[in-house]
């Protein structure tokens, strides 16, 4: 479900809310006895839109959702205690409850949102310092992963997967190469051909990648991303010669993205090449490297989005 429409349930939820506790609160009446322990139960029901609406929309939301029960209740103070001051007083304390009651968590959950908000933005800067260490290393560049990241990311959107699995991808893409750590620079850094040994070690960096990730809570499914990240659609990939669809769909998407930031950005061996031609070159390894559907997802894209990127992180070193 889109966060557009989770919003308008949750509005259309406390509406129903507020109105249900505030019919049933009006028609019940006082007396007898009997009824009078039913209203002033009905009347503790007012606490829970503001509370829930504290939880779902933090300060602001409690501040509106309150201050509707406040008139809804004030109202009928007003209209059923016409004269009785006392119990009209009385009524007033209880709007009291309302804000304190509203307020107070509205406070903690906004609070508590911007400290998971500081720590995510930690472990974002984390990670994003140590690939460009890495990207630096490698590739005489600090960018190249960010604008893989933003590439996987626009094919995951296109492809309408949700917000959380999307940025699993995304890590999983940023971190890509982070098993690069263990293979020593005289191999990742030789210009000319591998041996098949220095290839052995080279083809290890998947698996080390994945053994470090996949320890961290928050990037297990990043992990698989990176595990993944050389399997080929029709199996002939390392490490695994995974196949086809059993190859996880984020490693699939970051496969179309890696080659098109390979193929268009500038390196000290060669000049980029245009967006057509990349896009050519995709296509015409659509079912051997790529997945299919992946490539027409990829080309369904507008080349100006893909383009927006390659300029927001543009390489200057
Ligand atoms: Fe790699």
């Not at 009997?34 to 503001?50: D, E, S």
Request: glycine fraction near 8%.
């Amino acid at each position: 479900m889109s966060k557009q429409n989770v919003f308008k349930y949750k509005i259309i939820f406390l509406a129903s809310l507020i109105g249900i506790v505030a019919l049933l609160h009006y028609v019940t009446p006082t007396e007898p006895h009997y009824y009078h322990t039913i209203h002033i139960v009905l009347r503790k029901l007012y606490f829970l839109p503001p509370v829930i609406a504290a939880a779902w929309f933090g300060l602001r939301g409690a501040i509106s959702t309150t201050a509707v029960v406040s008139i809804l209740f004030s109202a009928h103070a007003l209209l059923d205690w016409p004269g009785n001051y006392m119990e009209q007083a009385n009524q007033m304390g209880e709007l009291v409850g309302f804000w304190v009651i509203g307020l107070m968590p509205g406070w903690l959950f906004d609070r508590q949102r911007s400290l998971l908000q500081d720590l995510a933005n930690a472990n974002e800067e984390t990670l994003l310092g140590l690939v460009s260490a890495l990207d630096l290393r490698e590739h005489n560049t600090r960018l190249h992963s960010q604008r893989v990241r933003e590439y996987t990311e626009l094919i995951a959107d296109r492809l309408g997967v949700d917000e959380k699995m999307k940025r699993d991808i995304g890590f999983g893409a940023l971190l890509h190469d982070v098993g690069k750590i263990a293979v020593p620079d005289q191999i990742l850094l030789k210009p000319g051909k591998l041996t098949d040994q220095e290839w052995g070690e080279m083809s290890k960096h998947p698996e080390a990648g994945y053994r470090i990730v996949k320890r961290i809570g928050f990037l297990k499914d990043a992990a698989e991303v990176i595990h993944a990240h050389h399997e080929k659609f029709d199996g002939t990939g390392y490490p695994r010669g995974l196949k086809g669809e059993s190859i996880p769909l984020g490693a699939r998407m970051f496969m179309v993205a890696d080659v098109y930031d390979a193929l268009t950005s500038e390196r000290p061996y060669r000049s980029p090449i245009t967006y057509e031609e990349a896009a050519a070159e995709i296509k015409r390894l659509s079912g051997s490297q790529f997945d299919p559907v992946m490539v027409d997802t990829f080309m369904a894209i507008a080349p100006e989005q893909m383009q927006e990127i390659a300029v927001r992180y543009l390489d200057k070193s």
